[in-house]
């Protein structure tokens, strides 16, 4: 997932499909922070400078030589000088900020949740009323305790709101937020599931091999006619009104009659390409551990399973029925008793009824391989827990908060941006997106403040100041 995903990124953003490229660039650093050329690509595909100096910021973290990400922040130096200011001595802050560990989690298992519909905190705008999927927040007074790293408590916090569940719960009874995620299950082995899938594709690479001989064969037979069309109807022979005539219907018949010869060969080909194409395409995505590899591989033997069973009883049943009409035809002397007729009939159908079990076996063997591949490409619905993981850098946590944010998850979003500011409290950045969380929490006074501690390290910031003038117009009114 993560390599096509960059790859995807890569390939748009050099067809200059920036938005495209955000997409899938901002999926792999999700899935693997310490991707270097991922977060190199996608300071590319950004258009803001400051969001381009964190990604940049983020690659020289992981590789601290990165030529390229120093090239790239020397480049933004030259263009906006006033982002690289370095700042006054620090001042005392009005009041300090409360701040809890942050919770991490798996990136990748955040992949599977559905993306909030509000932007990025970098990239702020006015936050509107809640849609009905994202019920509205209330600040928790008494937050969870945070877990320590690898402890799974019985109470966790909702990562949108904050509020108390349980454990055993699988949505929040104060937002209504889905408090699970899908995770891969703990198959033993992939083996049953790479077994099942090339004995699957024997059978349906033999199909398409089978199709393009008769194809093959359809194709040899039209070349033949062309050729004797040419004997009969030679191209640019001027013949009597009547002989041309007689010429027409006779090029007709012929061309009719071929085409009623070989339009059962073609319909069988055609048949045959897409049982045999439908077989590999099913094994390849089974091995890729794709779901519908695994129920399209599962239909498609069941299918040639049933029908060799089906067959095999057919013959039990004809063999029923022929075999006391053999012996009555014996004892009345239509046949000659000394001829082995019986014996040969019995022996046509032992070997008949071996052929077709074995054939049946091979599908049966398949289904049960079968069974025990669905756990190496099936998911459970597990419990959501974020652990605790403090850093030394404000990067770390404030990108951390970014993902949690495009997941709808405030509460851990929150978390993870108080962590930021402490560590860097004159980062004007960090100090907004707060602001902008500390809002959607239902805490405008913090979130007042803020942004006015903000706007005193960026005063000349406009989206802060839009931002701190317009939660003033609604705490007033």
Request: aromatic fraction near 10%.
């Amino acid at each position: 997932m993560s390599t096509e995903a960059f790859q995807a990124g890569v390939a748009a953003l050099k067809s200059g499909n920036k938005a495209l490229a955000r997409q899938h660039l901002m999926q792999v650093v999700e899935q693997d922070e310490n991707n270097e050329q991922a977060w190199l690509y996608l300071a590319g595909a950004l258009e803001d400078p400051q969001e381009m100096r964190i990604s940049l910021e983020n690659a020289l973290h992981i590789n601290p030589q990165s030529s390229r990400a120093k090239q790239g922040l020397e480049w933004l130096r030259k263009q906006h000088p006033a982002m690289f200011v370095e700042p006054t001595p620090a001042i005392a802050e009005a009041a300090p900020v409360a701040t809890a560990p942050a919770y991490t989690g798996a990136t990748l298992a955040l992949a599977d949740m559905p993306l909030s519909s509000n932007a990025i905190p970098d990239q702020p705008s006015a936050p509107g009323p809640a849609p009905m999927t994202q019920p509205a927040i209330v600040a928790q007074p008494n937050p969870v305790a945070v877990p320590a790293l690898g402890e799974v408590p019985d109470i966790l916090p909702c990562p949108r709101c904050g509020a108390q569940t349980r454990y055993a719960e699988q949505r929040c009874r104060q937002c209504g937020m889905t408090l699970t995620i899908k995770a891969d299950r703990q198959a033993p082995s992939r083996a049953p599931a790479i077994i099942a899938a090339i004995l699957s594709m024997l059978p349906a690479l033999l199909w398409t091999l089978l199709a393009i001989l008769i194809f093959g064969n359809v194709f040899q037979k039209y070349t033949d006619f062309q050729k004797q069309l040419k004997v009969i109807a030679p191209p640019g022979l001027s013949l009597p009104e009547a002989q041309q005539k007689l010429q027409d219907e006779k090029v007709a018949r012929m061309e009719e009659l071929f085409s009623a010869s070989i339009t059962p060969s073609l319909n069988a080909a055609v048949v045959f390409l897409l049982i045999g194409v439908f077989g590999i395409v099913m094994a390849v995505a089974l091995i890729r551990r794709k779901k519908y590899g695994f129920w399209g591989t599962l239909i498609y033997n069941s299918i040639y399973a049933f029908s060799w069973l089906s067959l095999l009883f057919a013959v039990f049943r004809l063999e029923s029925e022929i075999t006391p009409l053999v012996q009555l035809l014996s004892q009345s002397f239509i046949i000659d008793p000394s001829m082995s007729v019986s014996g040969n009939a019995d022996s046509f159908f032992t070997m008949l009824k071996l052929i077709i079990f074995a054939f049946a076996s091979y599908y049966l063997i398949i289904l049960v391989l079968m069974i025990f591949a669905w756990k190496s490409v099936s998911q459970q619905v597990v419990r959501f827990v974020p652990q605790f993981e403090e850093l030394s850098d404000g990067n770390g946590h404030f990108n951390r908060g970014v993902v949690y944010q495009k997941r709808g998850m405030w509460y851990l979003s929150m978390l993870e941006w108080e962590r930021a500011v402490k560590l860097n409290p004159r980062d004007s950045t960090y100090r907004h997106a707060l602001g902008l969380i500390y809002e959607q929490m239902k805490r405008p006074a913090d979130a007042l403040q803020q942004f006015e501690q903000a706007l005193t390290e960026d005063p000349n910031n406009l989206r802060i100041s839009q931002d701190r003038d317009r939660l003033v117009q609604t705490l007033r009114a």
